[in-house]
């Protein structure tokens, strides 16, 4: 079983930076893959970055692509999003998840979650 706790998130105003983390324990990251999703309220969870995990590949959403970096340390256990140029619709509740799978933009891929970080972007 993992268990991922995410941090970092925050209010910050447009056109900023803010860096996520998410570290997993029970088990070590290396052979999952890794992702972020992200939920505004009243929406459905959108996906938002997804990495191997040995890091060699990686496939992001639409709406966060040349804006958004996702990255893994296996030696720490732990998976980055790096967000800059921040929107307000960039606001939402952020989620880190854990496939099986090599990565996936999918979301029933994914069998563990963590409980999420808040993200606000104002205008």
């Known amino acids: 079983q993992v268990q991922l706790v995410e941090s970092g998130g925050g209010l910050v105003q447009a056109g900023t930076s803010l860096t996520l983390s998410c570290v997993a324990s029970?088990?070590?990251?290396?052979?999952?893959?890794m992702g972020w999703f992200r939920q505004a309220p009243g929406k459905e969870r959108e996906f938002v970055a997804s990495i191997n995990w040995n890091g060699q590949y990686a496939v992001y959403g639409d709406s966060v692509k040349g804006r958004f970096t996702i990255s893994a340390d296996s030696g720490k256990n732990t998976v980055y999003l790096q967000m800059t140029g921040l929107k307000p619709e960039d606001t939402a509740v952020y989620y880190c998840?854990?496939?099986?799978?090599?990565?996936?933009?999918?979301?029933?891929?994914?069998?563990?979650w963590g409980q999420g970080t808040q993200v606000t972007v104002s205008s």
């Open positions: 029970g088990r070590t990251i290396r052979r999952y893959g």
């Open positions: 998840a854990g496939t099986v799978a090599s990565y996936s933009r999918h979301r029933w891929d994914y069998e563990h």
